[in-house]
């Protein structure tokens, strides 16, 4: 369990945090939230099943400005139904 003052630590580091993303670049912003999804096993997986998808998510605008939403990208990272979605995007750009 946390004390205070570990709470209080935490709470100002995700402020800077915070404040030190808000004044990224646009590029910056979607090279963050591109990395904050590479790490995911699924996303990892996709990729080797298909290795152009990097190249696609680096190129096509209407995804560039879905991963410059922060919004948007943690929604990816923690709802199983944007996954999906997200993948079948993805699967629609790379066939059509």
């Known amino acids: ?3 205070n003052e570990e709470t209080i630590w935490e709470t100002i580091k995700d402020t800077f945090a915070y404040i030190k993303y808000l004044t990224l670049s646009k ?4 090279e963050v939230n591109i990395s904050l999804v590479q790490e995911k096993y699924w996303f990892q997986e996709l990729i080797i099943i298909n290795p152009s998808i990097l190249t696609l998510i680096k190129e096509d605008n209407e995804i560039r400005e879905y ?3 922060r919004k948007m990208v943690r929604k ?3 709802d199983k139904n944007e996954r999906k979605l997200f993948k079948e995007l993805l699967t629609d750009r790379l066939y059509f």
């Open 1 to 3: 369990m946390k004390t």
């Open 27 to 30: 590029e910056r912003k979607i």
């Open 67 to 69: 991963f410059l939403s």
């Open 76 to 78: 990816l990272l923690r």
